[in-house]
């Protein structure tokens, strides 16, 4: 099993939600966060200051799924989260030793669905 882990644009959550949704996985986790890679910060004048935002607002999903479904899952996201601008995000994938079912304790890949 893999946790992919996806850093994206706010606005692409629904692109992205419905691509996974189309390769059949419905279980995703999706958390607002904050960061900053090669985008560097951006400066704003408000009532008459100015001031740099260094962070910028991101969305990260989160979905750990059998290791043949990795592939397919990752495409889809890149494919429809890219803009082609700096700032369109990062996809991590992390092992995942086991997963557990709490309500049935049913444990591995059978957990996942």
């Keep these: 099993m893999i946790k ?7 606005h692409m959550i629904e692109a992205v939600q419905g691509a996974i949704e189309d390769l059949g996985h419905h279980g995703l986790t999706v958390t607002e966060v904050k960061g900053m890679g090669q985008q560097k910060g951006a400066t704003h004048t408000y009532r008459g200051s100015t001031y740099t935002l260094n962070l910028h607002h991101k969305v990260k999903i989160e979905i750990v799924v059998d290791d043949a479904d990795v592939e397919g899952i990752v495409e889809a996201i890149r494919a429809v989260a890219a803009t082609g601008e700096v700032g369109d995000g990062k996809i991590f994938l992390v092992p995942v030793s086991d997963a557990i079912r709490i309500r049935t304790g049913e444990r591995g890949n059978v957990a996942l669905s």
Excluded: F, T
């Design 4 to 10: 992919i882990e996806a850093i994206v644009r706010p």
